[in-house]
């Protein structure tokens, strides 16, 4: 039955995709649009299987994830921490929620020249650009679910000689674990954003700078096909955190 609903789901999830591609094939080839900024879909399909076939795009995607994902886990994982351990202890959320506050309203962009002064044009400036990004995301999600954690089971936890670290693995982790995921897949997609934007402006590879330099020579069914590898790069990482979830919380599968 699960299955079946799964099943359901998905296709319905295809119909308004499926639809608006149509409609923009359709579009281009009666000229409703402008071919020039709006190429058919079945040309920018051509356009990225030719750049996947001579390696380009492929290559670029790589480069991309790879600064991505070790951008991610270099946020994520401090972000983890600093969030149970500010749901756990007063002085601990005392001392970072304040600054975390207010440097998680900075916007993203206005730190990149800085950062560019400080490790230069590097991707350490990229990673850190990411890592920055998620670290507050999951900083708060982790302490929002150490709040949602019903204190009675910490009680009881307590009142059968459980400490301080048992308490946190045992009753606290878990717990706060929904919280944690929703705010991991919601630092993915921003760290995709971040790493493409970063990539517009301070790269010579990756897909970001891919997109922006098919612009800049109005090369727009290259532009499109960076953006269609930029697409299918965000659906493989959401799907492989909704599969982690899957795995780690046996208990929300029913």
């Known amino acids: 039955m699960k299955a079946k609903r799964l099943a359901r789901g998905t296709l319905l999830g295809l119909v308004l995709p499926v639809f608006l591609v149509a409609w923009w094939q359709v579009a281009a080839d009666r000229e409703w649009i402008s071919p020039l900024f709006y190429p058919s879909p079945s040309d920018v399909l051509e356009r990225t299987w030719d ?6 795009l492929v290559d670029d995607t790589r480069i991309t994830a790879y600064r991505l994902l070790l951008g991610f886990v270099f946020g994520a994982a401090p972000g983890l921490v600093a969030g149970l351990a500010s749901g756990v202890s007063r002085v601990v959320r005392e001392l970072l929620y304040p600054l975390a506050t207010a440097l998680y309203m900075v916007p993203r962009i206005a730190l990149l020249p800085l950062v560019l002064v400080a490790l230069s044009l590097t991707d350490t400036a990229r990673v850190f650009m990411v890592a920055f ?32 670290t048992r308490v946190a693995i045992s009753v606290l982790l878990p717990g706060a674990a929904p919280a944690v995921f929703s705010g991991l897949r919601v630092a993915m997609g921003f760290a995709l954003i971040v790493i493409v934007g970063t990539e517009f402006l301070a790269a010579n590879d990756g897909l970001g700078a891919r997109i922006w330099k098919s612009y800049q020579i109005f090369d727009f069914v290259s532009m499109y096909a960076g953006i269609v590898a930029v697409t299918l790069l965000g659906v493989a990482l959401a799907w492989v955190l909704l599969v982690a979830e899957w795995l780690a919380l046996p208990w929300r599968r029913h």
């Open 51 to 56: 750049q996947v076939l001579n390696g380009s």
């Open 133 to 164: 990004s998620v670290f507050f995301i999951v900083y708060f999600s982790a302490l929002s679910g150490v709040e949602q954690v019903d204190r009675t089971h910490i009680d009881t936890a307590r009142a059968f000689g459980a400490g301080r």
